[in-house]
């Protein structure tokens, strides 16, 4: 008798939870791009998957690459994959499991024998927190990857290209790193990181399509001055500029419909108690299923923040560091997924992320679709973060589901 699914998914869980040990920071998940303990999360999969016969290679962009070819393979390949890095404190499941899972599939598909080929991709970085651009590793293996980014510098100075070189890889070689032609598609699956399929009481969805997002900068020049001694209308205090810019952010994202904007990140110098701030850099995360309502919001921010800043004497700054569209999965992809959700006796769930994902990049390339699995209490970037058994366990019903349909549409 195999190993039951409730065995495999508990499997799942451990896995997790030994990755999630992996980590920059004692007692909380911080796995920043190419940082330290990737190597032991490479360490550890590199192990599973070669104990499953897959052949193991770490591009040049950092990302985790496991091929696993069967005995009279055809040639197009399935890819499935997710992120490797988290965000500061971060949860165990948000990237990881959807590689962790990724390899329960290519158990499945040699239970099947299935004769199409599986690559399982632990994508290097997808948050994009350490260089503040995300997906520099499905960007890489998407052949779009931008080589200006190598100039970029993390907090303490360090370039793109020395973090690569540091981490024992070659920054030329990162156009090697594209995928080749001969895949049939790219399946992510991901917790939902949200409210909605709980609030539905379902346990997994396909997702149809992945929100556009816009990430930039908006810096606020002023003046220092010493706190003390300098009247209130003498000053130049980029931070109650931006302050009062922060709370037009809340207040356009309330006013439009589905719209959301985050600001996550503020950057204060001189960063002292008693010293008027001076320069204050302000994140800004805006994302909506429209790409023309994000990018009016996104326009409105920007002109409100400079009228702040002009009315206070402060100068601006606004840097885009990500710009991506809103993007559609793959119809065929997601229909096979939708189906083997049905076969595997599930509701048929389909729905929109608002978390951008590897599959948006990866779907430039080739046919995309993710399944998600509920997220209790909808909480993901955070240790609470959490996903349950019963629902890896579906996942993998709706594995065996899709892996059959695919084998069949391949004929
Ligand atoms: O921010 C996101 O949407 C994803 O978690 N990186
Ligand atoms: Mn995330
Ligand atoms: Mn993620």
């Not at 940082?35 to 016969?53: A, F, I, K, N």
């Not at 599939?105 to 994508?123: D, R």
Request: net charge negative; with cysteine; proline share 4%.
């Amino acid at each position: 008798m195999g190993e039951g699914m409730r065995d495999r998914a508990l499997r799942v869980m451990e896995e997790c939870a030994c990755i999630a040990e992996m980590s920059e920071e004692p007692g909380r998940i911080t796995r920043l791009y190419l940082t330290p303990p990737m190597h032991s999360v490479h360490e550890y999969l590199r192990d599973r998957m070669e104990m499953l016969g897959m052949r193991v290679r770490v591009d040049a962009a950092g990302n985790l690459r496991g091929l696993w070819e069967p005995r009279g393979y055809r040639q197009q390949r399935l890819v499935i994959g997710s992120h490797l890095d988290t965000v500061p404190n971060a949860g165990a499941y948000d990237g990881v499991l959807g590689v962790v899972i990724a390899l329960e599939w290519i158990v499945l598909a040699q239970e099947m024998s299935l004769s199409i080929p599986i690559e399982v991709i632990g994508f290097s970085e997808e948050e994009g927190v350490r260089y503040g651009v995300p997906f520099l590793g499905s960007t890489a293996v998407a052949g779009c990857f931008d080589r200006r980014l190598l100039d970029l510098r993390d907090r303490d100075g360090k370039s793109l290209e020395q973090a690569i070189r540091d981490f024992g890889l070659d920054p030329g070689a990162i156009d090697q790193a594209k995928i080749d032609n001969d895949v049939i598609g790219f399946v992510e699956v991901h917790i939902e990181q949200g409210p909605e399929l709980e609030e539905g009481d379902l346990g997994v969805a396909a997702v149809t399509d992945i929100v556009g997002q816009t990430r930039g900068t908006l810096t606020f020049t002023g003046h220092a001055n010493h706190a003390g001694t300098t009247p209130m209308h003498h000053r130049r205090d980029a931070l109650a500029a931006a302050a009062e810019w922060i709370s037009i952010v809340e207040d356009i994202a309330l006013r439009t419909e589905a719209l959301v904007a985050t600001v996550g990140r503020v950057f204060i110098q001189p960063n002292a108690v008693n010293v008027i701030p001076s320069v204050v850099e302000v994140s800004l995360d805006c994302r909506h299923a429209d790409d023309s309502i994000r990018s009016l919001a996104v326009g409105e921010l920007i002109t409100r923040g400079r009228d702040i800043a002009s009315r206070r004497g402060i100068a601006t700054d606004w840097s885009v560091l990500a710009n991506h569209p809103a993007v559609p999965m793959d119809r065929q992809l997601t229909a096979l997924m939708v189906d083997a959700m049905s076969a595997a006796g599930l509701a048929a769930k389909t729905m929109t992320s608002g978390a951008g994902h590897d599959a948006m990049v990866m779907a430039r390339r080739v046919p995309a679709t993710m399944l998600f699995l509920r997220s209790p209490g909808g909480i993901s970037h955070d240790p609470c973060e959490s996903v349950l058994v019963e629902d890896i366990e579906a996942s993998l019903h709706v594995a065996r589901k899709f892996l059959e349909r695919l084998a069949s549409s391949v004929g």
